[in-house]
């Protein structure tokens, strides 16, 4: 086959029947149950992820959508979730043990990004969270 050769295939998008098993893989995907990190992080994870919070050993910050590292880890700790919440067997189990545990414990330490935060909770209560601006993270379900 010669370089020219090139010019005389087919498009693939141009295939009826690649563009119906397209649409069918994009129909079958599961709906998002958050349509963003912070909704993720509001609605779910400060309430499951519950930790005394006594800005020595264990620290966290209200405004942690702020801070680019806390904001990845959570945009994938969120993603990851949207994943494995489909496994009914060991789903759950997986997203904690290979990803919460991993990156709370890096968040909350006193040397992680938000070392110096003074927020603090009493036994049992949610993880502190203030909103950010309106728009600033919008729902993808959305753009779907």
Partial sequence: MSF??????????????ANTAADDEEAAAPQLVYGSA???????????????VNGQATVWDARWWEIDEALVRIESLWRAWEFLR??????????????????????????????????KTKRGEALPHEEPPEGLFPDVRNAE
């Fill in 4 to 17: 020219g050769d090139w010019e005389n295939e087919e498009d693939p998008s141009e295939d009826p029947q």
């Fill in 38 to 52: 912070v909704e993720f992080f509001r609605e779910y994870l400060r309430k499951v992820y519950v930790r005394r």
């Fill in 86 to 119: 489909q496994d009914a067997s060991t789903g759950t189990s997986v997203w904690f043990r290979d990803h919460v545990d991993h990156h709370m414990a890096v968040l909350m330490s006193a040397e992680g990004p938000f070392a110096g935060s003074e927020a």
